[in-house]
């Protein structure tokens, strides 16, 4: 099992900045791939970034977050970080991290950690 812890929400200014953590334990050496997910009020969850767990730790983006968003891994902590830097209104939701792993066949997601951009 992988388990996921994930912290740094709050609420901000639109145009300020936050960085979310995802600690991972548990079997961390089968996991694949990680990634940011968020869910606004009544829409639908929508992948933000993903990084492989790879030599090559390819990254990939949302549209609407390129640019601003970052996503990056630290293997000696086990944690995957999202650096989120000129927030809008619209980046207001529950963010969640995910853990594909077990040669992708199993998922695991934490708990979830709300961001709120203001006006």
């Known amino acids: 099992q992988v388990k996921l812890v994930e912290s740094g929400g709050g609420l901000v200014q639109a145009g300020g900045s936050l960085r979310l953590s995802c600690a991972a334990s548990g079997s961390i050496f089968s996991i694949n791939a990680m990634g940011w997910y968020r869910q606004a009020p009544g829409k639908q969850r929508e992948l933000v970034a993903s990084?492989?767990?790879?030599?090559?730790?390819?990254?990939s983006y949302a549209d609407s977050v390129k640019g601003r968003f970052t996503i990056s891994g630290d293997n000696a902590r086990n944690t995957v970080y999202l650096q989120m830097n000129s927030l809008k209104p619209e980046d207001t939701a529950v963010y969640y991290c995910n853990a594909r792993w077990a040669n992708y066949l199993t998922t695991s997601w934490g708990q979830g950690t709300q961001v709120t951009v203001s006006s």
């Open positions: 990084i492989a767990i790879t030599s090559s730790g390819s990254t």
